[in-house]
Protein backbone atom coordinates (compact mmCIF):
# COMPACT_ATOMS: atom_id res chain seq x y z
CA UNK A 1 0.00 0.00 0.00
CA UNK A 2 1.48 3.10 -1.03
CA UNK A 3 0.90 5.85 1.54
CA UNK A 4 2.48 8.84 -0.45
CA UNK A 5 1.29 9.09 -3.68
CA UNK A 6 3.15 11.86 -6.29
CA UNK A 7 2.07 13.09 -9.26
CA UNK A 8 2.76 13.89 -12.14
CA UNK A 9 6.03 11.13 -12.59
CA UNK A 10 7.87 13.74 -14.57
CA UNK A 11 7.17 17.56 -15.71
CA UNK A 12 8.65 19.76 -18.42
CA UNK A 13 8.01 23.42 -18.01
CA UNK A 14 9.43 26.82 -19.96
CA UNK A 15 11.69 28.96 -18.15
CA UNK A 16 9.97 31.49 -16.10
CA UNK A 17 6.62 29.42 -15.94
CA UNK A 18 5.16 28.11 -12.44
CA UNK A 19 6.25 24.38 -11.74
CA UNK A 20 3.12 22.43 -9.66
CA UNK A 21 3.79 19.41 -8.31
CA UNK A 22 0.78 17.09 -6.13
CA UNK A 23 0.95 14.61 -3.44
CA UNK A 24 -1.56 12.89 -1.61
CA UNK A 25 -1.17 10.84 1.91
CA UNK A 26 -3.28 7.89 3.20
CA UNK A 27 -2.01 7.62 6.66
CA UNK A 28 -3.97 10.70 8.81
CA UNK A 29 -1.34 10.02 11.86
CA UNK A 30 0.95 11.77 9.30
CA UNK A 31 1.50 15.53 10.61
CA UNK A 32 4.91 16.45 9.09
CA UNK A 33 5.50 17.31 5.16
CA UNK A 34 8.75 17.64 3.61
CA UNK A 35 9.77 18.74 -0.20
CA UNK A 36 13.08 17.09 -1.17
CA UNK A 37 15.61 17.78 -4.11
CA UNK A 38 17.31 15.66 -5.66
CA UNK A 39 19.97 16.49 -8.14
CA UNK A 40 21.84 13.11 -10.01
CA UNK A 41 24.45 11.31 -7.88
CA UNK A 42 23.61 13.21 -4.55
CA UNK A 43 21.53 12.88 -1.90
CA UNK A 44 17.60 14.51 -1.45
CA UNK A 45 17.94 18.02 -0.10
CA UNK A 46 15.52 19.68 2.14
CA UNK A 47 13.43 22.24 0.02
CA UNK A 48 10.53 23.30 2.44
CA UNK A 49 8.17 22.03 5.00
CA UNK A 50 4.68 22.17 6.33
CA UNK A 51 2.95 20.94 9.63
CA UNK A 52 -1.02 21.03 9.15
CA UNK A 53 -2.08 23.85 11.12
CA UNK A 54 -1.24 25.96 7.95
CA UNK A 55 -2.51 25.67 4.50
CA UNK A 56 0.57 27.57 2.91
CA UNK A 57 3.99 27.99 3.49
CA UNK A 58 6.25 30.03 1.15
CA UNK A 59 9.82 30.61 1.02
CA UNK A 60 11.20 32.04 -1.85
CA UNK A 61 10.36 30.86 -5.22
CA UNK A 62 8.97 27.72 -3.06
CA UNK A 63 5.02 27.67 -1.85
CA UNK A 64 3.85 24.46 -0.49
CA UNK A 65 -0.37 23.95 -0.18
CA UNK A 66 -1.74 21.75 2.26
CA UNK A 67 -5.56 20.75 2.47
CA UNK A 68 -6.13 18.36 5.09
CA UNK A 69 -9.58 17.63 5.08
CA UNK A 70 -8.68 16.29 1.07
CA UNK A 71 -5.11 14.58 2.28
CA UNK A 72 -3.06 16.24 -0.23
CA UNK A 73 -0.16 18.94 -0.36
CA UNK A 74 1.10 20.09 -3.51
CA UNK A 75 4.54 22.30 -4.05
CA UNK A 76 4.72 25.20 -6.66
CA UNK A 77 7.80 26.54 -8.20
CA UNK A 78 7.29 29.76 -9.46
CA UNK A 79 9.62 31.45 -11.66
CA UNK A 80 10.77 28.62 -12.68
CA UNK A 81 14.82 28.45 -13.98
CA UNK A 82 17.12 26.03 -15.65
CA UNK A 83 18.54 25.11 -11.89
CA UNK A 84 15.67 24.20 -10.52
CA UNK A 85 15.64 20.86 -12.78
CA UNK A 86 15.95 18.20 -10.52
CA UNK A 87 13.81 15.33 -9.20
CA UNK A 88 11.34 16.49 -6.26
CA UNK A 89 10.10 14.34 -3.68
CA UNK A 90 6.87 14.98 -1.19
CA UNK A 91 7.53 13.28 2.07
CA UNK A 92 5.66 12.37 4.99
CA UNK A 93 6.14 11.61 8.57
CA UNK A 94 4.45 11.52 11.96
CA UNK A 95 5.91 13.91 14.90
CA UNK A 96 8.26 12.36 17.05
CA UNK A 97 8.87 9.51 14.53
CA UNK A 98 11.26 10.82 11.93
CA UNK A 99 10.82 8.17 9.95
CA UNK A 100 9.78 9.79 5.87
CA UNK A 101 7.81 8.05 4.20
CA UNK A 102 8.25 9.59 0.47
CA UNK A 103 6.25 9.44 -2.77
CA UNK A 104 7.90 8.24 -5.81
CA UNK A 105 9.65 11.82 -7.40
CA UNK A 106 8.91 13.78 -10.02
CA UNK A 107 11.42 14.63 -12.72
CA UNK A 108 11.38 18.32 -13.53
CA UNK A 109 12.82 19.29 -16.30
CA UNK A 110 13.12 23.37 -17.10
CA UNK A 111 13.92 24.36 -20.55
CA UNK A 112 15.70 27.67 -21.26
CA UNK B 1 31.52 16.96 10.65
CA UNK B 2 28.85 19.00 8.98
CA UNK B 3 28.12 16.89 6.41
CA UNK B 4 26.81 13.42 6.40
CA UNK B 5 29.60 11.62 5.12
CA UNK B 6 29.23 7.87 3.44
CA UNK B 7 31.49 5.58 2.46
CA UNK B 8 32.77 4.15 -0.35
CA UNK B 9 30.62 6.12 -3.25
CA UNK B 10 30.43 3.25 -5.29
CA UNK B 11 30.74 -0.56 -4.17
CA UNK B 12 30.90 -4.11 -6.93
CA UNK B 13 30.37 -7.05 -5.42
CA UNK B 14 29.19 -10.70 -6.68
CA UNK B 15 26.32 -12.22 -6.19
CA UNK B 16 26.64 -13.94 -2.74
CA UNK B 17 29.34 -11.99 -1.49
CA UNK B 18 29.27 -9.45 1.53
CA UNK B 19 28.64 -5.72 1.28
CA UNK B 20 29.57 -3.18 4.37
CA UNK B 21 28.44 0.37 3.27
CA UNK B 22 29.64 3.19 6.36
CA UNK B 23 27.88 6.53 7.29
CA UNK B 24 29.56 9.25 9.63
CA UNK B 25 26.23 11.58 11.01
CA UNK B 26 26.55 15.13 11.45
CA UNK B 27 28.41 15.78 14.75
CA UNK B 28 25.90 16.19 17.47
CA UNK B 29 23.32 14.61 15.47
CA UNK B 30 21.57 11.69 17.13
CA UNK B 31 19.32 9.95 14.84
CA UNK B 32 20.81 7.71 11.97
CA UNK B 33 18.42 6.62 9.33
CA UNK B 34 19.37 4.33 6.36
CA UNK B 35 17.06 4.24 3.26
CA UNK B 36 17.69 2.05 0.08
CA UNK B 37 17.08 3.98 -3.76
CA UNK B 38 16.44 1.62 -6.18
CA UNK B 39 15.94 2.60 -9.54
CA UNK B 40 13.04 3.97 -10.40
CA UNK B 41 13.79 6.65 -7.69
CA UNK B 42 11.76 4.65 -5.25
CA UNK B 43 12.58 5.45 -1.41
CA UNK B 44 12.71 2.36 0.75
CA UNK B 45 13.19 2.95 4.95
CA UNK B 46 15.35 -0.05 5.71
CA UNK B 47 16.11 1.51 10.23
CA UNK B 48 16.81 4.38 11.82
CA UNK B 49 19.13 4.43 15.31
CA UNK B 50 18.77 6.75 18.25
CA UNK B 51 22.84 7.12 19.02
CA UNK B 52 23.42 3.74 19.09
CA UNK B 53 19.84 1.68 19.63
CA UNK B 54 17.48 0.69 17.38
CA UNK B 55 14.88 2.98 16.80
CA UNK B 56 13.12 1.55 14.06
CA UNK B 57 13.61 -1.63 12.17
CA UNK B 58 10.23 -2.04 10.76
CA UNK B 59 11.98 -1.92 6.91
CA UNK B 60 15.21 -3.98 7.47
CA UNK B 61 14.93 -7.41 5.61
CA UNK B 62 16.50 -9.42 8.38
CA UNK B 63 18.00 -12.35 6.88
CA UNK B 64 20.74 -10.34 5.32
CA UNK B 65 20.62 -7.06 6.05
CA UNK B 66 22.46 -6.17 9.25
CA UNK B 67 22.95 -2.64 10.76
CA UNK B 68 24.91 -0.86 13.75
CA UNK B 69 25.77 2.32 15.20
CA UNK B 70 28.46 2.39 17.88
CA UNK B 71 30.15 4.90 20.10
CA UNK B 72 32.66 7.08 18.21
CA UNK B 73 32.70 4.73 15.26
CA UNK B 74 30.89 5.78 11.62
CA UNK B 75 27.48 3.42 11.94
CA UNK B 76 27.65 0.34 9.18
CA UNK B 77 25.09 -1.27 7.31
CA UNK B 78 26.21 -4.82 6.05
CA UNK B 79 24.41 -7.41 3.43
CA UNK B 80 25.35 -10.89 3.23
CA UNK B 81 25.29 -12.90 1.04
CA UNK B 82 23.99 -10.17 -1.27
CA UNK B 83 21.50 -10.65 -4.51
CA UNK B 84 21.06 -8.74 -7.71
CA UNK B 85 17.55 -7.11 -6.18
CA UNK B 86 20.11 -5.51 -3.72
CA UNK B 87 21.93 -3.05 -6.89
CA UNK B 88 20.51 -0.02 -5.49
CA UNK B 89 22.10 3.60 -3.81
CA UNK B 90 21.57 3.37 -0.51
CA UNK B 91 21.69 6.87 1.83
CA UNK B 92 22.31 7.52 5.09
CA UNK B 93 20.87 10.70 6.80
CA UNK B 94 21.18 12.13 10.21
CA UNK B 95 19.14 14.57 12.10
CA UNK B 96 19.57 16.04 15.51
CA UNK B 97 16.18 14.98 17.16
CA UNK B 98 12.76 13.39 15.76
CA UNK B 99 10.86 16.63 16.22
CA UNK B 100 11.06 20.13 14.09
CA UNK B 101 14.60 18.72 13.12
CA UNK B 102 14.85 18.17 9.26
CA UNK B 103 16.80 15.03 7.75
CA UNK B 104 20.40 15.59 6.27
CA UNK B 105 21.07 13.27 3.73
CA UNK B 106 24.52 11.99 2.64
CA UNK B 107 25.35 11.47 -1.42
CA UNK B 108 24.57 7.62 -0.76
CA UNK B 109 26.60 4.53 -2.03
CA UNK B 110 25.91 3.18 -5.30
CA UNK B 111 26.05 -0.87 -4.83
CA UNK B 112 26.53 -2.85 -8.13
CA UNK B 113 25.69 -6.68 -7.35
CA UNK B 114 26.79 -8.41 -10.05
Known amino acids: QQQVKQSPQSLIVQKGGISIINCAYE??????FPWYQQFPGKGPALLIA?????SEKKEGRFTISFNKSAKQFSLHIMDSQPGDSATYFC???????????FGKGTMLLVSP | GEEVAQTPKHLVRGEGQKAKLYCAPI?????VFWYQQVLKNEFKFLIS????????ETGMPKERFSAKCLPNSPCSLEIQATKLEDSAVYFC????????????FGNGTRLTVT
Open chain 2, 27 to 31: KGHSY
Open chain 2, 49 to 56: FQNENVFD
Open chain 1, 50 to 54: IRPDV
Open chain 1, 27 to 32: NTAFDY
Open chain 2, 93 to 104: ASSLTTVNSPLH
Open chain 1, 91 to 101: AASREGYSTLT
